[in-house]
Antibody
Framework: EVQLVESGGGLVQPGRSLRLSCAASGFTFDDYAMHWVRQAPGKGLEWVSG????????GYADSVKGRFTISRDNAKNSLYLQMNSLRAEDTALYYC??????????????WGQGTLVTVSS | QSALTQPASVSGSPGQSITISCTGT?????????VSWYQQHPGKAPKLMIY???NRPSGVSNRFSGSKSGNTASLTISGLQAEDEADYYCSSYTSSSTLDGVFGTGTKVTVL
């Protein structure tokens, strides 16, 4: 059974940093691209960042470019999102999602339950 | 990376068919066949309903179908049922040089 379990969310002050983690199991992690998708309270889905199977291709939404860094450790079956210079508008539920393919953004066939990030003073 | 455009709401009676549009540009929807659709019930994680424009994952009802013409993709739900009431989002790949994607603005489907 595929499982994606996010952790690392919480309450953080504007300008501070937070690191999210996603532990994957039930599939061959290094065969697939992985992504972070967020959803602000009461709002729609926003693609945040994606990384190919071997970290050779990476992308970011314009809203987080230069502040967030995605990475993965295939040996640990884990995905990460380092979030720096956090803003109030980064407040959202952050989902980890598995792609159908290894080097593009085709579709997200499995999702975690999300970890909540709240940026507030 | 502008969000793809979807109607805010669509409604229909049980048994009817409805169609949700998803309009982008030649740089996303029109440029790739990596268009997907997601269903999200309140308080739940999104669920993949359609991938690669028109393919259904195993376990998804054949009442859901997808298509694309130019820069606009569409999701059709036939034989509308009460359990179809949810938010629906389209998504598309947007770049072959980096791994970029974009979601649609979302559509609330109401079963009357």
């Amino acid at each position: 059974e595929v499982q994606l379990v996010e952790s690392g969310g919480g309450l953080v002050q504007p300008g501070r940093s937070l690191r999210l983690s996603c532990a994957a199991s039930g599939f061959t992690f290094d065969d697939y691209a992985m992504h972070w998708v967020r959803q602000a309270p009461g709002k729609g889905l926003e693609w945040v960042s994606g990384i190919s199977w071997n970290s050779g291709s990476i992308g970011y939404a314009d809203s987080v470019k230069g502040r967030f860094t995605i990475s993965r450790d295939n040996a640990k079956n884990s995905l990460y999102l380092q979030m720096n210079s956090l803003r109030a508008e980064d407040t959202a539920l952050y989902y980890c999602a598995k792609d159908l393919v290894d080097t593009a953004m085709a579709a997200f066939d499995y999702w975690g339950q999300g970890t909540l990030v709240t940026v507030s003073s | 990376q502008s969000a793809l455009t979807q109607p805010a709401s669509v409604s229909g009676s049980p048994g009817q068919s409805i169609t949700i549009s998803c309009t982008g540009t030649s740089s996303d929807v029109g440029g790739y066949n990596y268009v997907s659709w997601y269903q999200q019930h309140p308080g739940k994680a999104p669920k993949l309903m359609i991938y690669d424009v028109s393919n259904r994952p195993s376990g998804v009802s054949n009442r859901f179908s997808g298509s694309k013409s130019g820069n606009t993709a569409s999701l059709t739900i036939s034989g509308l049922q009460a359990e179809d009431e949810a938010d629906y989002y389209c998504s598309s790949y947007t770049s072959s040089s980096t791994l970029d994607g974009v979601f649609g603005t979302g559509t609330k489907v109401t079963v009357l």
